[in-house]
């Protein structure tokens, strides 16, 4: 960590120091070094004047011209300042302590970098080595629990899915910065209502310098489109004052497997199906001649899981880079190689790979002048099986075929092992076969190229001027590369051909494109004088980008030739492509001002342009404002409170634009419809035009607010940070309903009417001490945060009717409900509520007062099962019933807690992650052993049964055995999926989700300093660690994920519980 | 350097300024997926792609599943297909279109029409013509919206200059008003024949023409007319529904000869014009009709199509999924579910067999020496191992026998079990019962019997159509009544995308229309009408003649056009549904014969077992549906009646 602190403020001490030369006679060498080793960049100064020099990589200084009077001042960001007298001495050791709230330097913030201390608003910064201590792939996940106001959920363990979910204090995704060109390249939503933003969770973790999150009005600089917030990166540059580069390998071993659920063993199995079908008045399956072979051994399981699965996935990551520099020019280039190996036993299919190669130079070209280069490559690879699930989350498909799959049934044909066997699956596939490259794919080709360019000019004329020249051109290729055939499928016993799985032989390509052209100039001008101190900041900028998206497919009847769509039958094909390009343009500027370091103030604006809207409404003024008071520079704190460090009341405020509508609303006309054949064999497109020009639909206004305290007593024994915040989202766009008659036959524009509100608050505490050479630190995050529709026009004159109206939000009866004026994500569910207590017998069901069906009464219902609320009092369960429940998607409520130590070449930190305020759906029809698949897990062994095997269910005299949960139940008829209310959602299903979770822990050694000069090695350290080992949750949850984004079936595939190992050495 | 600088700082300052001015945005390509309507319009190819946009619009439901909401045929898997109503929510399967937008399209391109005329982009005669297809659309729209709805807006003009939200759209919701049920009907009967006025004789095409228009006219007129005389079946609906009182939902019975004669008049047009022909009017023989009744649907018979659409696209992977749907499992080779159209038995009673002479004797089939063909076993036919010795059956020697002397419309149109069809036997068998007189029912079963190994289901798995996978009743594939449908399936092989053709007027229709109108009437002549009725037999090579009663037309209805959604229609506009009140002892259910091998006498014999169909048993896991209409369940529910202002539908009120 100490290391990295040096690179990382090398910079900032060199400039700090100025370097003149006075007439003297001697010269002394300095070696710096904390308790880890040489200290980079660290200032030596003469003490009185102006003499001095920076450490070197080695941490070395020499300093010539001082006389043996001097005193030397060495000084370095993060350290105390440390002083000794020069004597006789001509080689000086010293050792640098730590100060821990000098650590706090500056931060990154819109267009710039401010001291920390002097920030009004709400930016929460991340160190490199906070990311990269929880080793995952992509960044997103790996900032889990460590940002008070981010709120990212894991969807699951597939490779390269990159499916976390990311929202900043609840608004939504925020905006992505790189480098200082946005370079957010639009949420994909690959798993249902799960946001990443490729760009960034793809960066490489080990080149990142440092992140910021602007989570209030500050993030406005950014004009349209900053409304979520901005996630700013920068990636690590050169450095200077060094002789020779620093080289640096370090790399991640992970070997992973998600919790799996348990299943029951085979004879319980046949015999809980058995019981299944029981209840259901059906035949049973098995006899007792087969429960008796499943016991003693003759009749064999075939295991689907270990089949298809392997014993843990792998994945690697190899990062190599170089770092230094001359006078003349800096660099960092970097490498990175990572390839992630899935769970699935898959020939060919489930991988993914990444390679990354990143270049920062400075050069200096002149005196005042320098310029940086930055330039990025990113390829990646990978292969899915080619099936189009609807959630497009294939992984979670073979999840669930793998539940689906005949236990009985071995995957391949008895004596014939290149033969897949038929499932009877609906549709017809094999869960072997559909993960066979050979067979099927979707292969995905990404390439992403970035090219920065900035020149920096500080004129010696003008003291405090800096200009800046940036461009950008990003260029994007996505290729996704997709075969289909039919296979087919064989009867176990006797190898007959039975049908086929599979689609039909062909192959697709899909090709996207995008470019991004990006300029800014910029001025910065910085003034002190007295206790004054002025920042101010002018800019102007704009982005234009390109994109182009291309398919072609075609089928290859029955033979299936090459995987090339020339190779195709031309006779069926088909193709598709579009074009669109995009423009934004800002003017902006902000001023800060500072009194006394303690009364701060910043006003900044944007007038912000964008190519969406019609001419004169294109332009828009975007201002806020910011407040801080350090309290703790008053005299009357200074001379009466020393321990307390640091106390700063902020307050901030300030206005945005949410972009409402699409594109070009504001020219109606003519679309490709629907197409009609007016002569045999040739189609004859239609064009419609169903719309009203939309020139009065502008973006919504976002105003931000948010009032903070930070703090920091007892030099870091207890520090922290409180924000309350909120966001009035006005405007957003809605239609009326019930002013225009439906005759009229188009769509009403929309207009800016409806608005929102999120509010919430966050906190975060921190305590970090050191007793003797044990240094240990404890964080602790959290962050709650709701939404609430204020006013929905289309919804202003709907009455609640129902408590379904009440509460429902996504499940509309009867064409009317309303979610005004409702925190909205209290209702992103529904379910029943619960009556108490559930039906212990059958008189009990055939007199139950309450009905659980209106038509079918208590026809479908079991033992066991729970009494739901009447909510009413109609004496009928009804959709008027229903409750609310909170939503299965990124909780609202996260907290993090992120604590470590290091003690001699030991160091140790883990991070906890939880939720709360989130549900877990089990539909048990759609869930093992209940009558959805041929699979049962070990949880449901805990449930409403009869005491002996076979007994009557019906007959009243039987015995039972209670359990959690009721009665298994296989649907009568398979057309009707659902038997009444059997598993409607209600408080026993719908299950409360919190959990806190050790999302990552890491050991490290640092060998010793003799034992790695010895080898040529400047430092190394061996690490190992792990994810996701311990989660603590609701215990009926069983064989889920709390975390996992739940797919309607609930069979996600589970984070990944890994164990990682690696090294890192610099040399 | 630093000059060099400076200049490139003034020249990006230059620039981003510039950029206020608008120029960035207004050298972007824009919006690439829009055309201006001036574009359109300008010339004859861009009408056409605006017509095709009116034609789309049609709610002509090719290739649908009506005949499924009756009682002659079902989904194989039970599906949602009740038989009649839901009170709630009007009737399953009647098509409905509320549709204002295509209205609005619609409207629009007579107006983009007959500007093209004036500017002279079309001729005068060309506008018309076009302005006349799309008046033919929009009245076919009404006619669906009548039908189902009752009365409605009549709007006649696009609408955007009356749009002012400002004052609460005023003249808007004055237009919104319905206007009753018989201004409506006389208004689609009206624009159809104003459309015949202006549409050529020979249309290119698919394209509609004078005697698609007049074909429409006969058929909306007939559906006027049977709603206004069967206005008080079964008690009617109550005048207390606001929607009855003020006869948005109301034909009064003294109407109906004047819509009779309406039909009449449309289908004389027709007829009297000679541009039509039954095809294969005078077969030789029953084998030539069966070719010809099957022909006719492979390829378009002119002389029979009066209008009707083409799946053929030109593009080979686009068509409806129909023929991959209901072919026979043993033709298919996919991993969808097919086999879905099951016939049952009710309806292949109804279908006369021939005698010696080709005279039509009753065809109900026989199962029973003691001819008592109305029992039922529940559809788990559990019953049946323990009662079937006590029962006279037929015992038949070959499984197609009760089946070969049927009508040729039956054989053309209907898969039985060992019918011949692309080049495959079409084995529908349930179940055998072995020698040892063990009963094997909806499952797998074999005996070997002098050498040769009978099976269960007919064949082996695999190659069966009928039965198999019975019990999982939502993703077995093959027929479940016994029968299969067969009118439309290409004859050669199964096809994953269908691009046939379809008549959704031909000239025995226009025939039947013809006929139903002189005997409900006494309008037009009679003589004719018979002749016509005796027609449609004489093609299906019955020699006989058949008076002329409703009884007779609606008979030959039915089997002339079954499966092509006119018996759901037939039903509806007679308000001739079952209601379990007013008909109490009448048994609304689906049925099916199975065909069970009889190996007890050592040679295989058939006998064949009538049951009930699971979908509509409840001991078999069926679906409960109330099954009653109630007379005002004939209209269905009119979706935004509150913001509109309309009176809702009785069953809705």
Not at chain 1, 574 to 602: D, W
Not at chain 1, 653 to 679: C, E, I, N, R, W
Not at chain 1, 700 to 715: C, K, Q, Y
Request: hydrophobic share 35%; glycine share 8%.
């Amino acid at each position: 960590m100490k290391k990295f602190l040096s690179f990382f403020l090398a910079t900032a001490c060199l400039l700090l120091s100025t370097m003149q030369l006075n007439a003297q006679t001697k010269s002394v060498r300095v070696n710096v070094a904390d308790s880890y080793g040489p200290v980079v960049g660290a200032a030596v100064q003469v003490k009185g004047t102006t003499i001095g020099a920076a450490t070197d990589m080695d941490g070395n200084a020499t300093v010539t011209n001082v006389t043996a009077q001097s005193v030397l001042v060495i000084s370095c960001i993060g350290y105390t300042t440390q002083e000794v007298a020069v004597g006789n001495l001509s080689n000086i050791s010293i050792v640098l302590a730590e100060d821990a709230e000098m650590l706090e330097e500056t931060v990154l913030v819109g267009y710039g970098t401010q001291k920390k201390e002097s920030l009004t608003s709400a930016i929460s910064s991340v160190r490199a080595e906070e990311v990269t201590q929880t080793k995952q792939n992509d960044v997103v996940t790996a900032l889990q629990g460590k940002v008070p106001g981010l709120l990212i959920r894991q969807a699951g363990g597939t490779p390269g899915s990159l499916g976390a979910d990311i929202s900043l204090r609840g608004y939504g995704a925020p905006l992505i910065v790189i480098d200082g060109v946005v370079r957010s390249n639009g949420y994909s939503n690959r798993n249902k209502g799960i946001n990443t933003d490729t760009e960034f969770a793809q960066l490489n973790p080990e080149d990142i310098e440092s992140i910021s999150v602007l989570k209030d009005a500050s993030a406005s600089i950014y004009g349209l489109g900053a409304a979520n917030g901005v996630i700013m990166v920068t990636t690590k540059k050169g450095t200077t004052g060094t002789r020779k580069p620093t080289i640096n390998y370090s790399n991640v071993f992970s070997f992973g497997r998600p919790k799996m659920p348990q299943e029951v063993g085979i004879a319980d199995y046949l015999k809980m199906t058995n019981e299944m079908y029981d209840v259901a008045h059906r035949a049973r399956p098995y006899t007792d001649a087969d429960i008796k072979a499943a016991e003693n051994g003759t009749l064999q399981n075939f295991s689907w899981w270990d089949a298809a699965m392997k014993h843990h996935s792998t994945t690697q990551t190899h990062n190599l880079s170089v770092r230094g520099g001359t006078d003349a020019m800096t660099y960092f280039i970097s490498g990175s190689f990572n390839d992630d190996r899935s769970i699935y036993d898959s020939p060919g299919n489930y991988w993914y790979r990444r390679y990354t190669l990143r270049g920062n130079f400075t050069f200096k070209l002149a005196d005042d002048l320098t310029m940086d280069y930055q330039t990025s490559f990113r390829g990646t690879s990978s292969a899915d099986p080619a099936n189009d699930d609807v959630y497009n989350e294939k992984s979670n498909m073979i999840f669930n075929y793998i539940a689906y799959s005949d236990r009985l049934t071995p995957a391949t044909v008895k004596d014939n092992p290149n033969h897949y066997t038929y499932q009877g699956l609906s549709p017809t596939e094999n869960v072997m076969a559909m993960m066979n490259h050979d067979l099927n794919y979707t292969d995905k080709r990404g390439r992403a190229f970035t090219n920065t360019v900035n020149f920096n000019y500080n004129p010696h004329q003008i003291k405090g001027l800096r200009l800046m020249l940036q461009g950008a051109y990003d260029f994007n290729y996505d290729g996704t590369y997709t075969k289909k055939t039919r296979y087919p499928l064989y009867d176990y016993e006797t190898d007959k051909l039975m049908g086929y799985g599979g689609d039909e032989n062909s192959y697709r390509e899909n090709v996207r494109e995008r470019e991004r052209l990006y300029g800014r100039f910029q001025a910065n001008y910085s003034k002190t004088w007295g206790k004054h101190n002025l920042q101010a900041m002018v800019a102007a900028e704009m982005t234009k980008m390109n994109t182009r998206n291309q398919t072609s497919k075609r089928l290859f009847g029955d033979f299936f030739t090459k995987p090339t769509v020339s190779s195709g039958l031309s006779s069926a094909q088909q193709a598709e492509g579009s074009r669109t390009s995009t423009a934004t343009a800002g003017y902006l500027a902000r001023v800060n001002y500072e009194y006394a370091s303690k009364y701060l103030v910043e006003v900044m604006g944007r007038y912000d342009g964008t190519y969406i809207y019609q001419k004169g409404h294109r332009w828009g003024f975007f201002p806020s404002y910011s407040l801080g008071w350090r309290i703790s520079e008053e005299p009357f704190i200074k001379n009466n409170a020393p321990w307390i460090g640091n106390l700063k009341l902020r307050w901030s405020d300030g206005k945005t634009g949410l972009t409402q509508g699409a594109a070009y609303a504001y020219l109606s006309g003519y679309t490709q419809g629907s197409s009609y054949v007016f002569d045999d064999g040739s189609l004859t497109p239609g064009f419609v035009n169903n719309e009203i020009a939309n020139t009065i639909l502008s973006w919504a206004d976002v105003r931000m607010m948010n009032a903070g305290i930070d703090w920091n007593l007892w030099r870091d024994k207890f520090s922290g940070t409180f924000d309350i915040f909120q966001r009035m989202t006005k405007g957003i766009a809605g239609r009326s309903s019930g002013s225009t008659p439906t005759i009229l036959g188009v769509t009403e524009p929309q207009i800016n009417v409806d608005s929102r509100v999120n509010a919430g608050m966050e906190l975060s505490l921190s305590h970090r001490n050191r007793i003797g050479e044990f240094n240990y630190y404890v964080t602790a995050t959290g962050t709650i945060s709701r939404t609430m529709n204020l006013h929905i026009e289309s919804q202003a004159t709907s009455k609640y009717y129902s408590s379904m109206n009440y509460y429902g939000a996504g499940f509309i009866m009867n064409g009317s409900a309303s979610t005004q004026n409702r925190w909205s994500d209290y209702h992103g569910l529904w379910k029943y509520g619960l009556e108490g207590g559930r039906y212990t017998s059958w008189e009990e069901i055939y007199n139950s007062p309450v009905k659980l069906e209106a038509e079918a009464g208590m026809q479908n219902t079991v033992l066991g099962q729970y009494k739901l609320w009447d909510w009413n009092g109609d004496g009928f369960i009804t959709a008027h019933d229903v409750q609310y429940a909170w939503p299965e998607a990124n909780p609202s409520f996260q907290f993090g807690l992120n604590m470590g130590f290091n003690w001699k070449n030991w160091d140790f930190n883990m991070v906890w992650q939880g939720a709360t305020m989130t549900s877990k759906i089990i539909w048990l029809l759609h869930t093992f052993g209940y009558g959805g698949y041929n699979n049962i897990y070990t949880m449901y062994l805990d449930r409403y049964h009869v005491a002996v095997q076979g007994a009557d269910p019906y007959d009243p005299t039987t015995e039972w055995i209670p359990g959690y949960w009721p009665a298994l139940m296989k649907s009568t008829d398979a057309n009707n999926w659902r038997p009444g209310m059997y598993d409607a959602p209600s408080d026993f299903t719908q299950l409360d989700a919190t959990y806190f979770r050790l999302k990552s822990f890491e050991i490290g050694y640092t060998l010793p300093k003799n034992i790695t000069s010895k080898i040529g090695m400047r430092s190394a350290r061996v690490y190992v660690g792990g994810t996701n080992w311990l989660t603590l949750t609701n215990k009926k949850i069983g064989a889920y994920d709390p975390e996992s984004a739940a797919a309607m079936q609930s069979n996600t595939m589970p984070v990944m519980r890994t164990v990682t190992m690696g090294i890192n050495v610099n040399f | 350097m630093k000059k060099l600088l400076y200049i490139l700082s003034a020249l990006v300052c230059l620039s981003l300024t510039f950029t206020s001015c608008d120029a960035l945005f207004d050298n972007l390509e824009g919006d690439l997926s829009k055309m201006s309507g001036e574009d359109m319009a300008a010339s004859e190819a861009g009408i056409q792609r605006l017509l095709a946009q009116v034609y789309s619009y049609i709610p002509m439901n090719a290739f649908g599943v009506e005949d499924q909401y009756t009682m002659n045929a079902c989904d194989s898997h039970g599906g949602d297909y009740g038989f009649n109503s839901n009170p709630y929510y009007g009737m399953y399967g009647i098509q409905t279109f509320w549709n204002w937008s295509a209205i609005r399209t619609i409207n629009q391109f007579m107006v983009i029409a007959e500007d093209a005329g004036k500017a002279g982009t079309l001729t005068e005669n060309e506008a018309k013509a076009y302005a006349a297809e799309a008046r033919f659309v929009r009245a076919y729209c009404y006619f669906v919206m009548v039908r189902n709805l009752g009365g409605v807006p009549i709007i006649e003009e696009p609408l955007d200059g009356y749009y002012n939200p400002a004052d609460g759209n005023k003249e808007l919701f004055e237009k919104a008003t319905r206007a009753t049920e018989q201004e409506t009907w006389d208004w689609v009967i009206n624009e159809f024949q104003l459309a015949a006025n202006d549409l050529p004789e020979t249309p290119s095409g698919f394209h509609a023409g004078k005697y698609a228009a007049l074909g429409m006219k006969a058929r909306a007129a007939l559906y006027a007319a049977s709603v206004s005389k069967y206005w008080n079946n079964r008690g009617g609906i109550e005048a207390t529904y606001k929607a009855v009182a003020s006869k948005k939902t109301y034909m009064d019975p003294s109407m109906a000869n004047k819509y009779y004669k309406d039909c009449i008049d449309a289908c004389e047009a027709i007829i009297n014009s000679g541009k039509f022909s039954l095809y294969g009017a005078n077969p030789a023989s029953i084998a030539e009709a069966v070719k010809n009744l099957g022909d006719m649907f492979t390829t378009k018979q002119d002389c029979e199509f009066i209008f009707g659409r083409t799946l053929n696209d030109g593009n080979n992977t686009s068509g409806s999924a129909f023929d991959m749907e209901n072919s026979p499992a043993q033709t298919v080779t996919t991993n969808e579910i097919v086999g879905k159209y099951s016939v049952t038995v009710n309806f292949v009673d109804k279908f006369d067999n021939y005698d010696a002479s080709r005279g039509a004797v009753d065809g109900t089939v026989k199962t029973r020496e003691d001819g008592k063909e109305d029992l039922y076993f529940n559809a788990t036919l559990t019953r049946f191992p323990l009662e079937y010795k006590d029962i006279p059956y037929i015992e038949y020697d070959a499984i197609d026998e009760p089946f070969k002397n049927k009508d040729a419309r039956f054989q053309a149109w209907v898969l039985y079990p060992d019918c011949e069809f692309r080049n495959t036997t079409i084995k529908i068998q349930g179940g055998m019962i072995k020698t040892s007189g063990e009963v094997v029912l909806w499952n797998e079963g074999e005996e070997e019997v002098g050498g040769k190994t009978y099976y269960s289901f007919g064949d082996q798995t695999g190659n069966v159509s009928g039965f198999f996978n019975y019990e999982n009743k939502m993703s077995g594939s093959t027929y479940t009544t016994g029968f299969g449908l067969r009118k439309f399936l290409n004859p050669q092989s199964f096809q994953k995308y269908n691009k046939s053709f379809w008549y959704d007027i031909r000239y025995a229709e226009i025939l039947l229309d013809y006929a139903e109108a002189v005997a409900e009437s006494g309008q037009g002549s009679a003589a004719n009408a018979k002749k016509y009725l005796n027609d449609i037999r004489k093609r299906a090579a019955f020699t006989d003649e058949v008076d002329l009663t409703v009884e007779n037309v609606l008979h030959q209805r039915e089997l002339e056009l079954a499966f092509e959604g006119d018996q759901l229609y037939t039903l509806h506009r007679r308000r001739a549904f079952y209601d379990k009140y007013a008909d109490p002892e009448v048994e609304g259910q689906k049925h099916c014969l199975t065909p069970v091998l009889d190996l007890r006498s050592g040679s295989p014999k058939y006998i064949f077992v009538r049951s009930i169909h699971f979908a509509e048993d409840p001991l078999a896991g069926g679906k409960v549906s109330d099954y009653h209409t109630l007379a005002k369940s004939y209209y269905g529910r009119i979706s935004d009646y509150s913001v509109n202002g309309y009176e809702q539908n009785p069953a809705d009120e």
